[in-house]
């Protein structure tokens, strides 16, 4: 009885020890400082709530959300192919080990800063929806959005129009050569790591009733669990034939074929027609300043442009005089994100399709009317937009240099972590339900039509200074992602810290917009707020309207990729919410 309560006793010292660490971990006001002093000094540098410190190379550097991945990025590098080749390649092979939130069934987004002509490229792979596929017949099923599975939201894939964009323009090795490696490791496996196996399981719940998931997805009856070896022989077999026919046999040949004749055999639109049809699209991406740091979005279908109207918005405040993780940071961020998505509900669709004002969504001007609309002590109502779900999903991001100067930063996603279900014929991949992200409300911006390009949430980014490139990054996660994409930006810019901190400081998400539409809320929404934040500091924050979330949050992945044009080098972050790493040579 003793000996336990002696244990007892010092396993409640230790707990009180630490506690305030925990929960302060960044460097707050005078009065919530020496808690976490005693602590910090454990820590030789950086922050005290740092995974990790950040990774230097000096010529190549990839970071990605699976280890097997940046490393097979790195090979190519070193093999002589360019940041775009490495990319692609690790790309390919998160299809085949992290199809929980990628896979060629689904949309591709990239910037690339091309060294040479020292310029900006964006490119645009997300596919259209079905001709066949019209408003009145999804009303006439009694619809009042598009599902979340099965065959009525699937829309084209875009991700192999885009890997063979990027490479037309940008690579320097053959395709078959940047495809090996995935080859190989859908025939002869990769083990499963913790976060994978874990959303595995998740989206396997769902989806094992579809034809040909569980025979590509489940071995054995069950998704792999945490350190399981998966192979998917029949994915080696698809990007084989892409490695020998190009881009013609997916879109015109016939992988094309197999996927149509899957989906008119589950009763879904998607046809060859629309596949050969399917072009993806080179835009210019479009940009703001930031105290001096210049931060590029693509532009719509695309969500980039909030972070571009949250920014703008938060320049006007002191938030470093603020303080990190304080109630006024707090609330100014979230009510920035309040303007910038009522916008986004709007606006925010195929520019083929819609008139999008992009101009005056990202100037100054606006900004500054939608920053007089903040009262500094009181949420505003939190007003439901049109777009289901956004809060939902997983996808992969990677950003990757080469010893040129050359930086790509891609996103790629299923959406919904493992897409539709749709998973056709033996190609061994998952077809997108992209299409769910569709107003049936007539007369919006984002309303269904044939052919047409769904709002899109995957957004990647990318940062400059003075005209050089400073900063490829993306933080993956449904609607979470322009809100950190600000998050983290104003995380190295007000508050100094570097590429590693930026990414594993807490996070806040505001998820009212999720709320059914027709109604205003009462409050100012909720917010999910990762343990991490000052519990005064939250518990002032929520008195000003605010309603923190009780359902987990969507806090997303985060990957960046800085030069440090000083010394030469290039500096590498892959947060700890994923599997992933950084590293370089």
């Not at 350190?227 to 040949?253: D, I, M």
């Not at 269904?448 to 980014?461: D, L, M, Q, S």
Request: some cysteine.
């Amino acid at each position: 009885m003793v000996r336990n309560l002696e244990t007892t006793m010092l396993l409640t010292a230790i707990c009180l020890a630490f506690t305030p660490a925990l929960l302060s971990p960044m460097p707050m006001p005078a009065r919530t400082l020496a808690p976490t002093a005693a602590i910090q000094m454990d820590r030789i540098t950086g922050k005290p709530f740092a995974t990790r410190s950040e990774v230097f190379a000096t010529h190549g550097m990839a970071a990605t959300s699976h280890p097997h991945a940046t490393q097979v990025a790195l090979d190519v590098l070193k093999a002589g192919g360019s940041a775009v080749d490495a990319a692609i390649a690790a790309n390919a092979v998160l299809g085949c080990c992290e199809p929980t939130g990628c896979g060629i069934g689904g949309d591709l987004f990239a910037i690339v800063w091309d060294a040479e002509s020292k310029s900006l490229s964006g490119l645009n792979g997300s596919g259209r929806s079905p001709a066949s596929l019209s408003l009145e017949h999804l009303r006439e099923l009694g619809l009042s959005s598009i599902p979340k599975r099965g065959p009525l939201p699937v829309s084209v894939p875009g991700c192999v129009d885009g890997w063979f964009r990027l490479h037309e323009r940008f690579g320097k090795l053959p395709m078959p050569e940047v495809l090996a490696p995935a080859i190989a490791a859908a025939r002869d496996g990769i083990p499963v790591p913790q976060t994978i196996a874990y959303y595995w399981g998740l989206n396997a719940r769902s989806l094992a009733k579809y034809p040909g998931f569980a025979d590509t997805y489940m071995p054995g009856g069950k998704a792999p669990g945490e350190g399981e070896v998966f192979r998917n022989p029949r994915l080696a077999r698809t990007y084989e034939r892409l490695a020998e026919g190009g881009r013609s046999v997916f879109y015109e040949g016939e992988i094309a074929q197999e996927i149509a004749d899957y989906m008119q055999a589950q009763g879904g639109f998607l046809t060859v027609d629309d596949l050969a049809a399917h072009q993806g699209e080179w835009v210019e991406p479009v940009s703001t300043t930031y105290r001096g740091y210049r931060l590029w979005e693509l532009p719509p279908n695309g969500q980039g442009i909030a972070a571009l109207q949250m920014l703008n918005i938060l320049e006007g405040f002191d938030l470093a005089g603020m303080g990190w993780g304080s109630a006024d940071h707090l609330h100014h961020f979230i009510e920035a994100k309040k303007l910038a998505f009522e916008d986004r509900a709007r606006f925010y669709a195929d520019p083929a399709m819609a008139d999008v004002p992009v101009a005056l969504l990202i100037s100054k001007e606006h900004a500054a009317e939608q920053r007089a609309r903040i009262d500094p002590k009181r949420a505003a109502l939190s007003i439901p937009t049109p777009n289901p779900a956004l809060e939902e999903g997983d996808t992969i991001y990677l950003t990757v240099a080469d010893a040129a100067g050359n930086m790509v930063s891609l996103i790629q996603s299923n959406y919904r972590g493992m897409g539709s279900g749709m998973t056709p014929g033996d190609l061994g991949f998952i077809l997108q339900n992209r299409g769910e992200l569709f107003d049936l409300t007539p007369g919006r911006a984002n309303t269904y039509e044939p052919r047409k390009r769904p709002f899109h949430t995957i957004i990647p980014a990318f940062v400059t200074k003075d005209g050089e490139p400073w900063l490829s990054y993306g933080v993956m996660g449904g609607a979470t992602q322009p809100q950190m994409h600000a998050w983290v930006l104003s995380n190295i810019v007000d508050f100094g810290m570097n590429l590693q901190e930026a990414g594993d400081a807490a996070r806040l998400v505001h998820l009212g917009s999720s709320q059914p539409t027709g109604e205003r809320m009462d409050d100012g929404g909720r917010v999910a707020l990762e343990t991490g934040f000052d519990l005064k500091e939250v518990a002032a924050f929520l008195k000003r309207g605010h309603r923190r979330a009780t359902d987990r949050g969507v806090y997303g992945g985060y990957q960046a990729i800085a030069r440090d044009t000083k010394r030469g080098i290039w500096v590498g972050a892959s947060e700890s919410r994923k599997d992933g790493a950084a590293a370089g040579y």
